[in-house]
């Protein structure tokens, strides 16, 4: 079932929370804009911090159906736009030429038709789906792919179609509703962002980070989250070479509830870093004395709070 595009800016905070997604009304208004003005999100910020979520929650919360283009080096337009199936047409080709009932230019005119045509992210995200409504594309960091590339994307975010040489332009009825993510590996191109609406999406402060854990670890004992969060907090604010993010405090805190943990202590800080961070340089500065010490400032704060 599908439903209506948020009517306010607190519609939209709604309706992601709706989808279990913690946003602040900076982010709420940039989305609902997007929305309601017809135009793509473009979503820059660290990995970790929720960008692709906020795609998928768009999908479920709308009923729209997701279409996403995962970037990597070396995309181009077959693995991304369209391509023709050409075994399907040599097949075509040799029954027709064995029956002889078209000549070689009803060939040529038939085998270039949509029957052959694989249509890729780009090209589906310009159709409805069964509802008769537009899709949700999410194009997914987009910093990994080739900068030639952007060029293929102008089209599409300028006038939501695709033109095709043997067939011709194929225009989106309802244009897609477009996020696009980056994580600021490379610049994006100008072109690429005067085309969209723009928003970083930065790490959550203690209070929002609390919040999404009580949503995405629910099991987990209060007095866990506030020190799982307080921990990272300060790990933040330190000198490593990947700070974690949101995806790797709710990661920890889940696996510190399977662990039975209501209350965090060095061993088991030491035993879980893996979870927390993903480079083994970080992991190497982090244990030990220097996460003997965080944890223990933490428990101090939060003492002195509550006193």
């Known amino acids: 079932m599908t439903a209506e595009i948020p009517a306010t800016i607190d519609d939209t905070a709604a309706l992601l929370k709706d989808g279990r997604y913690v946003a602040d009304r900076s982010l709420a208004t940039a989305l609902y804009l997007a929305l309601k003005m017809g135009r793509p999100l473009f979503l820059e910020g660290e990995a970790g911090v929720g960008k692709t979520e906020i795609g998928k929650v768009l999908s479920e919360t709308l009923g729209r159906r997701l279409i996403r283009l995962q970037c990597y080096e070396g995309l181009d337009v077959s693995s991304a736009v369209y391509e023709w199936n050409y075994s399907l047409q ?10 002889g009932d078209r000549d070689r230019e009803q060939i040529e005119h038939d085998i270039f038709s949509e029957r052959f045509l694989i249509k890729r992210p780009l090209l589906q995200a ?14 997914d960091e987009l910093d990994r792919t080739d900068e030639p590339f ?43 962002k005067r085309r969209c609406f723009y928003y970083w999406v930065d790490y959550p402060d203690a209070k929002r980070e609390l919040e999404i854990l009580s949503i995405k670890a629910p099991g987990a004992d209060t007095q866990l989250s506030q020190q799982v969060v307080a921990f990272v907090q ?25 662990l039975d943990k209501i209350d965090l202590d060095p061993q088991t800080v030491n035993d879980t870093l893996g979870v927390l961070l993903k480079y083994q340089d970080d992991i190497e500065k982090v244990k030990g004395s220097e996460a003997a010490n965080l944890l223990q400032q933490v428990k101090a704060d939060l003492a002195g709070r509550r006193g």
């Not at 102008?154 to 696009?180: W, Y």
Request: no cysteine.
């Open 90 to 99: 040599m097949i075509d080709i040799r029954i027709s030429e064995a029956a």
């Open 126 to 139: 310009l159709e409805p789906d069964v509802n008769g409504k537009a899709p949700v594309l999410l194009i």
């Open 150 to 192: 952007e060029a293929f994307l102008l089209e599409v975010l300028s006038d939501f179609q695709v033109t095709i040489p043997e067939i011709g332009t194929v225009k989106a009825k309802e244009p897609p509703i477009v996020i696009i993510t980056s994580n600021r590996t490379r610049e994006i191109h100008d072109a690429i």
């Open 234 to 258: 300060k790990l933040r604010s330190t000198d490593l070479f990947k700070v974690p993010g949101v995806a790797e405090t709710i990661d920890w805190t889940n696996a510190l509830v399977q």
